[in-house]
Every structure is written in structure tokens, then in C-alpha cells.
């Protein structure tokens, strides 16, 4: 009797049964599900105010502290780059403006603080929220409303605006001063906004390029690409691994190193920016991906174009290519959900 | 030589098991065995208990000369697919040792069904290849 055939039949089904076991397995977890998290964050001054600079007039942050959370998973980029975010009730700065040419005359100093929670965004509206902007002794009061705003300056009745009205009421010669503050006040949030979103771009930029400036000497310029088009010129983009602090983390890059990222007309395609300037990064507290996280570090803006177009020697400050001044120190920590 | 209608089943069966491993691969992200995608397929969840079932059902069709047998072997290894599925079950009684199979998988009636057509085409190759050879 031939054998070969019935063994090679067994052998065969004994493989169909073996693989249907196998692939029982394909419901395994295999991937680790998602921690959710709450990560909170803090801007906030330091030394040297965060300042806008324009044509007419300047106006700089101090006791800046914008506080505030999101919902996001364990180990996700810690970032605030996101539709909006929501400056918790209290968070506030003050904002003192000062006046360049005789004919600008919103001077002086408003305390800027968040009534009802607000969510704010670079190219977004609130939605919901209050805030205050008291000027010279009298409070304006801004509530959010589906059309835009509210404004109640001191006891008068509150007037309502759309938001790309009230955003360009600090212009307006026409408007009262406590209005014009409560507008220029708002207004100095997309400077915090643009400011943040710089400092972690070039944190992202110092993560990606990890290794090529671990291998460099301390100080030596890492040459990093632009967006710039043909007809844009030749953007500069250089980053610096400048201090690796001593300790644990020496040799490679960790935490209370500093940076510097260096900029020439460079186009930051993501923003539909220009830079053109310095930014100076310390006390560098990198996301740990093992563990719950903390992010920190502190930014330091030298005389920084952000601008819509492309600058040049003669390029003045304006609403449209804004100077930034001045240092922001920003803190992100998850925390995990009861 | 053999005529080329012969290979049907050979093909077939090939086929079914390259494809079932391309699903594996590609398509279900759970799968320990994933490594890209995943690319949507139509029935991406039963065709591999399908392609599992038509492929060894050739292949064992191919050890039995007689026509009938080959019939019996198919659907014995369709009786044997059925019998996988139902024990996937938590309510189908397994013996200890298969204990970790029930817990680890996942019942679906369907993939019954899907057993099923794939034993009727296997029956269907087999009786092509049988009357042009």
C-alpha cells in the first residue's frame, strides 16, 4: 500500500490545523492602548518683558501668565499647536503700551486678565469666554457672543462688534482708549501664541536633528532648509547646540542645555511667515516619552521679524511684519486622569 | 505531459494561501503579523478564514486519486473549519488545552458562512479540473 499519499494528507491538514491556531492570534493587542491625559500648560514671563514692536508703537508683557489644559494621549508631542486653546479663568498679563510717533495716543498700562474661560487660537475666534482690560482706572469688560463681542467699557451699555472689528479697534483713532486698549490687550495673545509655536518648532527642529548636533561641536551652526520659493531668495535657517549643561545629561543633549536658532528672510511655509532674526533657547527641559511627561524651556527673542513678507534693511515694523522682543518661558506637564 | 488543467487546484490553492498572508500583512492592524497598511478590502475580516479553508481543501483533494474521495477530503476538512470557528465560541465546550485558543480568538458567524462557499467552490475546482483531465 502507498503511504505517501495519506501521510502527505495528514501532513497537510496537520499545517491547516497548526495555522488556523496561528491565526487565532490576530486579535491580540499588540499595540499598547492610549493613555489618555491632561496636559497643562503655563506661559510666562521672566526677565525681559515679550514684546510686539510696530510702526507707531510698542507694547510689551509683564506678569504674563497664561494657564490652561487639553485632553491628549500619554506620550504625544506636547504642544500647543493645535485649533485653540482654552486660557483657564485669572490668566492674565499686563500690557504697557508705548507710543513711537506724537500722533499715536494709546499710552499706558492695562491689566488683562480672563474672566470665563477662553479658547483662543492663532486664525480662530473665540467662541466662549470673558476677559477684562482694566486701563486708567476703568474696566472693560469683553464678552464672547455667537457674532463676535460684547464690549462694556466701565458702566456704559455694552456695544457689540464682530471680531475682525474689534481685532483692529487698537487702530481705530476713532474708538475710545479704554476700547482700544481692551483690543491691543487681545491682540498681544497672538504674539504669545506666535511666540510659543516658534520656540517648540525649533524644539522639534533640535529633537529631529538630535544626533547630527550630538556629533558637532558645542557652538558649530547646523544648517537646516526653508520654504523659500526661487523667487524668495535664499531663506537662512541655523541652528546652534550652544550649552550642554553639566550632569547626567552631558555629552548629549538634555535637560538646562541651551540653543540658538538663527534666521535670514527664512519662510516657515506652516506659519505663511518670514523670519528673520534670533531666538536663544535655555534651561531645556525635554519631553520624556517613558513616563509622564514635563516639557519645558525658556525663549529668549532677539529683535525677531515675523513677518508676511519678505524683510529687508528698511523694513519697518508693522501690523503686517510685527518685531518681536523680549522672553517667554514655557511649561507643559501631563497628568494623569482620576 | 500533464495537461495544464491539472494545475487548477495547485493554483488556486497557491493562490488562496498568498493572498490570505497578503490580508494578514496589509490589511488587519491587529494582526501580530501586520506590517503596513492598512488597506481596505472588501470582507478584509472573512476572506481568510474563506481562503484558509478553499486553499487546504485542495491541497488535501490533491492526495486522493478517486473522485469521491477527493469530495470526502474537502468536505471533511470543511467539517474540521466549521468545528475551529465553533469552538472560537465562549459557550462551545474545548478541552483545557485549547482553553487559550477560544479566549484568544474571536467568534464570528460569518467566517462560518464564508467556510461554507469556500468548501462549494473548492467542490466546484475539483470537479472542473477531474472532467478536463
Known amino acids: 500500500m502507498n503511504v505517501s499519499k495519506p501521510l502527505g494528507l495528514g501532513l497537510i491538514w496537520a ?20 493613555v ?47 485649533n485653540s486653546i482654552e486660557l483657564d479663568t485669572n490668566s492674565g498679563f499686563v500690557a504697557t503700551v508705548t507710543p513711537k510717533t506724537m500722533d ?72 475710545t482708549l479704554d476700547m482700544r486698549m481692551a483690543s491691543a490687550a487681545y491682540n498681544m495673545i497672538e504674539v504669545v501664541l506666535r511666540a510659543t509655536q516658534l520656540a517648540e518648532d525649533i524644539v522639534a527642529d533640535i529633537e529631529a536633528n538630535k544626533a547630527s548636533l550630538e556629533g558637532m561641536n558645542i557652538g558649530t551652526t547646523l544648517a537646516l532648509t526653508c520654504d523659500n520659493t526661487t523667487d524668495e531668495g535664499d531663506g537662512q535657517s541655523r541652528l546652534l547646540w550652544t550649552i550642554d549643561a553639566a550632569g547626567t545629561g552631558q555629552g548629549v543633549i538634555g535637560d538646562n542645555d541651551a540653543f540658538e536658532a538663527r534666521y535670514g528672510d527664512c519662510r516657515d511655509a506652516t506659519r505663511s511667515r518670514y523670519l528673520d532674526g534670533e531666538v536663544l533657547l535655555d534651561s531645556y527641559d525635554p519631553a520624556d516619552i517613558a513616563e509622564l511627561s514635563i516639557f519645558a524651556v525658556n525663549v529668549d527673542l532677539r529683535s525677531l521679524f515675523v513677518s508676511e513678507t519678505l524683510t529687508d ?10 518685531r518681536f522682543n523680549g522672553q517667554l518661558a514655557l511649561s507643559y506637564t501631563e497628568q494623569a486622569i482620576p | ?62 492526495m ?27 459557550l462551545f465546550p474545548v478541552p483545557q488545552t485549547l482553553a487559550a485558543y477560544q479566549q484568544a480568538s474571536t467568534f464570528d458567524p460569518a467566517d462560518l458562512i464564508s467556510i461554507i462557499a469556500a468548501i462549494y467552490i473548492a467542490v466546484l475546482v475539483t470537479r472542473i479540473t477531474r472532467c478536463m483531465t
Open chain 1, 36 to 82: 489618555p491625559v491632561t496636559v497643562s500648560y503655563l506661559l510666562s514671563s521672566l526677565t525681559t518683558p515679550l514684546a510686539r514692536e510696530l510702526e507707531t508703537r510698542s507694547a510689551e508683557l509683564t506678569v504674563l501668565s497664561l494657564s490652561g489644559s487639553y485632553n491628549a494621549n500619554q506620550g504625544d508631542r506636547l504642544t500647543l499647536e493645535r
Open chain 2, 1 to 62: 505531459m500533464k495537461r495544464w488543467s491539472h494545475w487548477y487546484p495547485h493554483v488556486v490553492a497557491a493562490t488562496a494561501l498568498l493572498v490570505g498572508c497578503a490580508i494578514y500583512l496589509f490589511v488587519r492592524p491587529a494582526s501580530v503579523y501586520y506590517a503596513a497598511g492598512p488597506i481596505p478590502v472588501p470582507l478584509g475580516g472573512q476572506l481568510p478564514s474563506a481562503l484558509h479553508t478553499l486553499a487546504f481543501a485542495l491541497l488535501g483533494s490533491l
Open chain 1, 104 to 175: 499715536e495716543l494709546l499710552d499706558g498700562q492695562t491689566a488683562f486678565e480672563v474672566t470665563v474661560a477662553l479658547d483662543v487660537g492663532l486664525g480662530h475666534n473665540p467662541v466662549a469666554g470673558q476677559f477684562s482690560s482694566l486701563f486708567s482706572g476703568t474696566t472693560t469688560l469683553v464678552t464672547v457672543t455667537a457674532s463676535g463681542v460684547d464690549v462694556a467699557v466701565g458702566a456704559a451699555a455694552p456695544e457689540s462688534f464682530g471680531w475682525s472689528t474689534f481685532v483692529a479697534i487698537e487702530d481705530d483713532t476713532n474708538a
Open chain 2, 64 to 90: 486522493v486519486t478517486r473522485h469521491s474521495m477527493a469530495i470526502a477530503v474537502i468536505v471533511t476538512w470543511g467539517a474540521i473549519e466549521m468545528l475551529a470557528e465553533l469552538a472560537q465560541h465562549a
Open chain 1, 313 to 322: 534693511i528698511d523694513t519697518t515694523p508693522s501690523a503686517s511684519s510685527p
Open chain 1, 15 to 34: 499545517v491547516g490545523i497548526i495555522t488556523i491556531i496561528a491565526s487565532s492570534f490576530q486579535d491580540e493587542e499588540t499595540v499598547t492602548p492610549p
